[in-house]
């Protein structure tokens, strides 16, 4: 696709359409929304807009695509995949403006939120009426970037993705028609099932105004465990087996020996230095799951765990899963002279004990320091690899590494991409995880953006 440079008259169209403090081509500006949180090259916009209803998106969208300049959503910035970096420069649409919570319907177990809403203060609105949004990414992510990329994090094991929540979206297309999508009811059979084509889709096919998001009650009661096992290996073979038992665990985190060091380093946990499983049950009362407890102690016992330690209290467990949401963070701090990539792989939960054994013995075996860890319960791993800046090499081996864990986990049935979505890293996988199906997604791709003004560069090879 070619694509035209701002003009002077597309900067002064383009800055008529909102508020004089809501449009920017100032340096600062743009090299925030440059890059985001992941190790990719960042590109400069040639203006970020923050629009503040759907009306002007329509305008501006419809304006964009008459003069076929490049439009990259925005929600945070949080992402890990250079999903929003826009690397045909162009302009950035960022919602940080756009989010209200319109409406919340507790008795339906629903609400109506704008794509800017960040996700932790969407549920701290909810605690009063006893409801919450359950996908927790960790970072704090907007929900139209969580639907962007179909988030999950930490509870996908026992409550599912984004994608399980999104009842109804309301999109502008490319060409500035507003699509409305969806019922508010929790299930349907009625025509094809729109909003979910939407859901995962990077912002490429039209850009979220909207969403009827389900939402669940908080759980009367939680317990959690913390267990310690003589090998990465020994731990994934227990995860499998608590998952096939089906104990329906709310979090399932595994993390090798090296996330445990950083996490007594920098929280002062006092953690054995193990590979650890976090373990989390929710459910309806103590009795219930002292019981549910009683047999995952069982089971990591049989596959060779080394302590098993329950019934940690609320602090205690916050405690642990603040310092697990903040790992990315402590890495970046561990490394100051380096950069680092993520990788994101999902497996069937049978072939979990391969993929996170593999990944140790790569990072090792390649003298790269990396950092294992993992949302154990859905076969979702993440290796943190730290590689010198200016040194090649590292690189070159990290490079190698990566295409080594995605062929595999592609192989083994899985996925090059369990929750951090496609976006620049991701791409040269495509035709080998979809096969001809992708040429199927470019044609959607091209029904519903011909011009291909949204979000290029991303998705496709």
């Known amino acids: 696709m070619n694509f035209n440079p701002l003009s002077t008259v597309h900067i002064q169209d383009l800055k008529a359409m909102v508020a004089a403090d809501r449009f920017s081509t100032g340096a600062s500006v743009l090299k925030l929304h440059a890059k985001d949180q992941s190790h990719h090259r960042g590109c400069l916009p040639e203006a970020v807009i923050w629009p503040t209803d759907r009306l002007e998106v329509v305008e501006i969208l419809k304006y964009a695509n008459d003069n076929r300049l490049p439009v990259v959503g925005w929600g945070s910035g949080s992402s890990l995949e250079g999903n929003p ?80 929540y999104v ?114 049950f929710h459910g309806p009362s103590i009795a219930y799951l002292s019981e549910i407890m009683g047999m995952a102690e069982e089971i990591c016992r049989e596959n060779g765990s080394l302590a098993f330690s329950p019934g940690l209290g609320r602090d205690e467990r916050n405690r642990l899963f603040e310092a697990r949401h903040e790992l990315g963070e402590m890495v970046v701090r561990a490394h100051t002279d380096c950069r680092i990539q993520v990788l994101d792989v999902a497996v069937p939960i049978t072939a979990y004990p391969d993929i996170i054994s593999m990944a140790r013995q790569e990072a090792d075996a390649a003298g790269i320091q990396g950092y294992a860890f993992s949302h154990a319960g859905d076969g979702n791993l993440h290796l943190c690899l730290a590689g010198r800046k200016d040194e090649t090499g590292d690189w070159e081996r990290i490079d190698r590494i990566s295409q080594r864990m995605v062929s595999k986990a592609i192989s083994l049935g899985g996925t090059a991409t369990g929750e951090h979505g496609v976006g620049i890293g991701k791409r040269k996988y495509m035709l080998a995880e979809h096969g001809s199906s992708l040429e199927w997604m470019q044609r959607i791709k091209s029904l519903f953006d011909p011009n291909g003004i949204l979000n290029p560069g991303k998705i496709f090879p």
Do not use: W
């Open 85 to 164: 970096i826009p690397v045909k420069n162009g302009l950035v649409l960022d919602f940080s403006q756009m989010n209200c919570i319109l409406d919340v319907r507790e008795e339906d177990f629903q609400v109506d939120v704008q794509p800017g809403v960040i996700y932790q203060d969407l549920n701290e609105h909810l605690k009063y009426t006893g409801l919450f949004f359950p996908p927790d990414p960790g970072a704090r992510a907007t929900v139209g970037g969580m639907i962007a990329n179909n988030a999950s994090g930490t509870r996908t094991v026992y409550y599912g993705s984004t994608k399980d």
């Open 167 to 280: 009842l109804k979206l309301t999109v502008v297309l490319a060409s500035g028609e507003v699509l409305e999508m969806g019922r508010r009811v929790s299930k349907t059979s009625s025509g094809y099932d729109l909003p979910h084509l939407f859901v995962g889709s990077e912002g490429t096919l039209g850009v979220v105004v909207e969403a009827t998001l389900r939402l669940v009650g908080l759980p009367e009661e939680f317990s959690a465990a913390v267990v310690t096992f003589p090998s990465v290996e020994a731990a994934g073979k227990a995860v499998s087996a608590i998952v096939r038992y089906g104990l329906n665990p709310a979090a399932l985190e595994l993390l090798d020996s090296a996330c445990i060091e950083l996490f007594n380093r920098e929280k002062a946990l006092g953690l054995d230095l193990s590979p650890t499983l976090f373990l989390e």
